[in-house]
């Protein structure tokens, strides 16, 4: 049965007087689920239930679409660290890239990974567009970063200096 506020709630929401709420909460009838929805109703609770133990064991890092912080380190460009390197400037992130973003080479710390995830990208002449990847070795530099259309790449390597 519901409780009095919950029952207040729902006298509020509906237009209904309280002890007319009232009298149907107290007189509802359970209604049966067939079998085969109860049990599909339970894999699919117990199967969520074991994802999210999961992504908390010890060892493991998820980072769900909409959890994380998009800082904008510059105007057009984005960036959500993913996870970092003991103390170290290494980092997995996430770079969104305006459409007609530019900034200047760099040199690279560390060694350089880039996955394009959606977009177009350009390193000096080298154009790479969603599902290319891209290594730059430890004090390599690339020429002129941009991007036309707009870009989501995920990075491994150091931020570049800004």
């Known amino acids: 049965m519901n409780s009095s506020n919950d029952n207040l709630n729902l006298s509020m929401n509906n237009g209904l007087e309280q002890d007319v709420v009232e009298l149907l909460a107290e007189h509802q009838a359970a209604y049966p689920l067939p079998a085969q929805l109860k049990a599909s109703m ?44 003991g103390s170290s400037d290494l980092l997995t992130y996430l ?5 007609g973003f530019e ?12 996955l394009m ?15 290319d990847y891209h290594f730059a070795e430890q004090g ?6 941009r991007t036309e259309t707009g870009a989501l790449v995920l990075l491994k390597g150091a931020l570049p200096p800004i």
């Open 95 to 99: 770079a969104r890239l305006a459409p």
């Open 140 to 145: 390599l530099y690339h020429g002129r970063l």
């Open 42 to 85: 339970r894999t699919k609770l117990l199967a969520q239930v074991h994802a999210e133990e999961a992504a908390i064991q010890p060892g493991f890092k998820t980072i769900r679409a909409h959890e994380g912080e998009w800082l904008e380190p510059l105007p057009g460009a984005k960036i959500k660290i993913l996870h970092q390197e």
């Open 103 to 114: 900034m200047q080479g760099h040199p690279h710390p560390y060694p350089e990974e880039c």
């Open 117 to 131: 995830l959606e977009g177009d990208l350009w390193l000096g002449e080298l154009k790479l567009q969603a599902g």
